[in-house]
């Protein structure tokens, strides 16, 4: 996937990986459900709205044809407009594996890319949640409504998924 898009630490994450493993759960069409396919990558050399939209318009032609809505995003910029959207200050990302493990729910923070002709899958917090389709929530960074909202569209979306509420007080930096 980087050669493909000359795009630094690139992974495919979140929601396009777990929702078509829930998809194929409930015996479901792959990609039902799945609102985008996320691609992070993580390039520090320029964190402007101007280089993340050059990445952007760089690899549509890539992409082409893709019947898909495609996100890309530079996981090194969004400590500028994380706390403005989501009212908690992020710290800047080292990696892309930095950013996915903040991701809101544990079955979130899941990446694959093909990088040097190596196949890599990134799962900090494992695969139980995914293959059980339970969400939990990973409040390392995100705040508890985004986590509210996400499972209240995807409880509906996946009847058969278990939703784990969110940490009560004094426990809730561990996933």
Not at 106 to 131: H, I, K, M, Q, T
Request: with cysteine; charged share 20%.
């Amino acid at each position: 996937m980087d050669a493909a898009l000359a795009l630094p630490d690139c992974w495919l994450a979140a929601g396009a990986l777990f929702q078509t493993v829930w998809n194929g759960l409930s015996e479901r069409d792959p990609r039902a459900g799945i609102l985008d396919y996320d691609l992070n990558y993580c390039d520090a050399s320029d964190v402007s709205w101007e280089a993340e939209d050059r990445a952007i318009a760089a690899a549509a032609g890539t992409l082409a044809g893709i019947d898909a809505e495609i996100e890309i995003r530079n996981e090194a910029r969004v400590h500028l407009w994380y706390e403005e959207k989501f009212g908690v200050p992020c710290p800047p990302y080292t990696s892309t594996r930095h950013a996915i493990s903040t991701f809101p729910n544990c079955s979130s923070c899941l990446g694959v890319r093909v990088a040097n002709g190596v196949r890599e899958v990134f799962a900090p917090y494992g695969f139980g949640d995914v293959f059980t389709m339970t969400t939990r929530p990973n409040p390392v960074l995100a705040p508890r409504d985004v986590y509210v909202a996400k499972t209240a569209r995807w409880a509906q979306e996946w009847p058969g998924l278990t939703v784990l509420p969110w940490p009560t007080d004094g426990d809730e930096r561990r996933p």
